[in-house]
């Protein structure tokens, strides 16, 4: 066990992604210590799954590439990958914290130049690209990496996979004998921007998610428009790589329902309006086809809205999908009702995308500490007891809402800290 001690005031932020890097960079350059802490071998979070985000139609990269040389440059921030909370004790301004940094298995000379993945026989899913193909199980976790540095499942190796990938190293970075270490840390507040996780789509039985490769989730096909996702941005089915005719979005895939998500989740609609953009950008003819409860697309989204839906090409059919077909030939039949015209509809499509909400991660995987939370499992602020949300913990939200709410934890936890 080591003790990192910061100065007073110092703050943990718990995640990250957009709103913990946000918060972590915000806190940091008003001179406030910051211990970022990320449980996945990489920040970035969601957003670095993302092709683009809206509305200005921009790559992740945008976003990500300056916070990280942003934190780089910042010596107020100290970053831990692969990083838990295991413990709080104590109270506001005066909080210990029991970290546990999980082995990476890959030390520090690690210069990323991919010999070790080359040389190493087995493979794993590939869980950044949802499962759509594997990856050598030393990877990099993904092309905008921070740190930028491979990892290694040594569950998935064999005893050939890791003397190969030992003998590949020539910077000795490969360490198969890491162990788990634990890291207290003193702080004044602790800012929880754990982030969210997609709905599991197969708990929808009517869907048929997992089925039939045409039925995908909205973030699957954000990876597959991704240069670097599985298909090298080509839109097409899964399994049998078939180019799209038609395609079906599927709004309030398990929001909106007392039985799975009773909450809007905000940024469906306009994740189906920006993969629109997708489809049509390889696909001038094929026909779209959008069954919704109503469209949320609020203020500065209505232009986005309103091109969209302008589209000669695209049907926007007001009805909840009831159930999905699989066919024989590969693609899906969508069956809905009209809202409108009371009309039962059936839609043969080449390919559906299950537009899941988003589900906050302390609800999906529990919170390590007592923290106050709503039914739902978003985080519900305690400045008394320094205990600060942020980001998509705290509610569903798009990418500029979130750094807006981040922002404002950073300033809340600044407040905290100092009493």
Known sequence: MTDEQGTAGAVLVVGGGISGLTAALETAEVGNDVFLVEKSPTFGGRVAQLNEYFPKMCPPSC???INFRRIRDNRKIRTYSMTTVKAVSGGPGNYEVTLEVAPRYVNSNCTACGDCAVACPD??????????????????PHAMAFPR???????????????????????????????????????????WATGWVPYDATKMENLKFGQSDAIITNMMLERMAAPSG???????????????????????????????????????????FKQMTYVREQYPDAKIYVFYIDLRTPGKYEKFREER???????????????????????????AENAVTME????????????????????FQGAPVALEMDANGFVITDAAKAMIAAG??????????????STAAALKAIQVSRR
């Open 392 to 405: 998509c913990a705290k509610k569903a939200a798009d990418v500029v809402t979130t750094t807006q709410n």
């Open 123 to 140: 493979e794993i899913d590939n869980e950044f690209n949802f499962g759509m193909g594997k990856t050598k199980a030393a990877y990099l």
């Open 344 to 363: 039962k509809l059936s839609q043969k499509v080449d390919m559906a995308v299950l537009a899941t909400g988003m589900q906050p991660s302390l609800a």
């Open 63 to 65: 976003g990500l590439e």
């Open 230 to 272: 599985p298909t090298g941005g080509k839109i097409v089915r899964p399994g049998d790589n078939k180019e799209i005719e038609s395609i079906g979005f599927v709004q309030c895939a398990g929001s909106r329902d007392e039985n799975h998500l009773e909450y809007c989740s905000h940024i469906c609609c306009m994740a189906t």
């Open 309 to 335: 839906m302008a589209d000669a090409n695209a049907t926007f059919i007001k009805g909840k999908v009831a159930e999905i077909v699989p066919e024989a030939d590969g693609g899906v039949t969508l069956i």
């Open 149 to 191: 540095r491979y990892v290694i499942n040594k569950d998935a190796l064999s005893a050939a996979g890791a003397e190969a990938v030992k003998a590949a190293c020539k910077y000795d970075a490969v360490d198969l004998e890491m162990k788990t270490e634990t890291i207290t840390i003193k702080v004044g507040a602790i800012i």
